[in-house]
């Protein structure tokens, strides 16, 4: 499931209610009175796509404004503290997790121009404010840090801007929307500064506390294949939905899915497989069922192609492992 740091969500709820989103359009579920560190990412977008519908345009370059270091926990903390510009965009790419585990980042460096491009699928409208926040947000940091006003080289988004010019002024640099990618560039040289308090041991301390973190979020994230198991195991008699029909469930596309599944080493097909693999053997062991039903039971149409499978999985046919119960 997607979630997001609750200050962001927090920051986002305050900005809508001050500009006059009224409490029945939120309606009870949004509360600020929050004591989790992390929302759903729906909540999130829920309140992005009230905005959109009833508040000025370009909300989320009003949320990126007002964002700060603050508003980022421990990687915030490191922002302040890091060496030079150029950290903010590292910093960002290997700990984005802390912040949101919708999407990716890429960085690509070289002599002359430094390329932040963030991934993120658009599964719902509210997510292209996701994107338009973090790019704003980001030159606020890189500016509050280094305490001079940085302009990247241009921005570009791959969703249609009504108001690019508003962007632009903000940038001070062109915008581009429709564009093939997400992507904010700078010229190497105006990031290859020394931040205001650059502090290498409280950096390095601060790095040390966000690697333990990404740990814990790791360890929880673990929770995704769970969810997955038990839509599969429920689904199993009835037909096996596909990759993007258990996105759908979840919250989050085919795509972003198959991502997660891959930072894990894992495919859908192996997910599939090794539920119906335990579903048999649990139904063979436990159940006097006949083998045909327990093929149709694990998603299989016939009962020949779940004996071919069964005896890849183990070695042995239903039959034969049945026998040696």
Same mark, same amino acid.
């Given at each position: 499931?997607?979630f997001v740091?609750?200050? +962001?969500y927090?920051?986002?709820l305050?900005?809508a209610?001050?500009?006059g989103l009224?409490?029945?359009?939120?309606?009870?579920?949004?509360?600020?009175?929050?004591?989790?560190?992390?929302?759903?990412?729906?909540?999130?977008?829920?309140?992005?796509?009230?905005a959109?519908d009833h508040?000025?345009p370009?909300?989320?370059?009003?949320?990126?404004?007002?964002l700060?270091?603050?508003?980022?926990?421990?990687?915030?903390l490191?922002?302040?503290t890091?060496?030079?510009?150029?950290?903010?965009l590292r910093n960002v790419?290997?700990?984005m997790?802390?912040?949101t585990?919708?999407?990716? +980042?890429?960085?690509?460096e070289?002599?002359?121009?430094i390329?932040?491009t963030?991934d993120?699928?658009v599964?719902?409208?509210?997510v292209k404010?996701?994107?338009e926040?973090?790019?704003v947000?980001?030159?606020?940091?890189?500016?509050e840090?280094?305490?001079?006003? +940085?302009?990247p080289?241009?921005v570009?988004?791959k969703h249609?801007?009504?108001?690019v010019?508003?962007f632009?002024?903000y940038f001070g640099?062109?915008v581009?929307?429709n564009?093939?990618?997400?992507?904010i560039?700078?010229?190497a040289?105006s990031l290859?500064i020394?931040?205001l308090?650059?502090?290498?041991?409280?950096?390095?301390?601060?790095?040390q506390?966000?690697?333990?973190e990404?740990?814990?979020?790791?360890?929880k994230?673990d929770?995704?294949?769970?969810?997955?198991n038990?839509?599969?195991?429920?689904s199993?008699?009835s037909?096996?939905?596909i990759l993007?029909?258990?996105?759908?469930?979840?919250g989050?596309?085919?795509r972003?899915?198959k991502r997660?599944l891959?930072e894990?080493?894992l495919?859908?097909?192996?997910?599939v497989q090794?539920?119906?693999?335990e579903?048999a053997i649990?139904?063979?062991?436990?159940?006097?069922?006949s083998?045909g039903e327990?093929?149709f039971?694990t998603?299989?149409?016939?009962?020949s192609?779940?004996?071919?499978?069964?005896?890849?999985?183990t070695?042995?046919?239903?039959?034969?492992?049945?026998?040696?119960?």
């Open positions: 499931m997607p740091s609750s200050s +962001i927090k920051k986002a305050q900005l209610i001050r500009e009224s409490t029945e359009l939120l309606g009870e579920n949004h509360t600020l009175n929050l004591t989790d560190a992390y929302v759903p990412m729906t909540s999130l977008l829920d309140v992005y796509e009230l959109e508040l000025a370009n909300f989320g370059l009003r949320q990126g404004k007002q700060n270091s603050n508003d980022y926990g421990t990687l915030g490191s922002w302040k890091c060496l030079e510009a150029i950290d903010v790419k290997r700990y997790v802390l912040v585990n919708d999407g990716s +980042i890429s960085l690509s070289n002599a002359s121009t390329t932040l963030l993120r699928d599964y719902r409208k509210g404010t996701t994107i926040v973090p790019f947000m980001l030159l606020e940091v890189i500016n840090v280094t305490g001079k006003k +940085i302009i080289l241009e570009c988004f249609s801007i009504s108001m010019e508003d632009a002024e640099c062109p581009h929307s564009s093939k990618e997400n992507a560039t700078f010229d040289k290859n020394t931040t308090k650059a502090d290498r041991f409280i950096h390095d301390f601060i790095t506390r966000m690697e333990e990404k740990k814990k979020l790791s360890e994230g929770e995704l294949t769970e969810e997955i038990k839509i599969l195991k429920e199993m008699a037909g096996i939905p993007a029909q258990i996105g759908g469930y979840l989050i596309s085919g972003t899915l997660r891959s894990r080493n495919t859908f097909r192996d997910l090794k539920n119906r693999e579903t649990q139904l063979l062991s436990q159940t006097s069922q083998i327990i093929a039971l998603g299989f149409s016939e009962q192609a779940f004996n071919r499978a069964f005896k890849k999985w070695g042995q046919t239903p039959n034969d492992y049945r026998k040696t119960l």
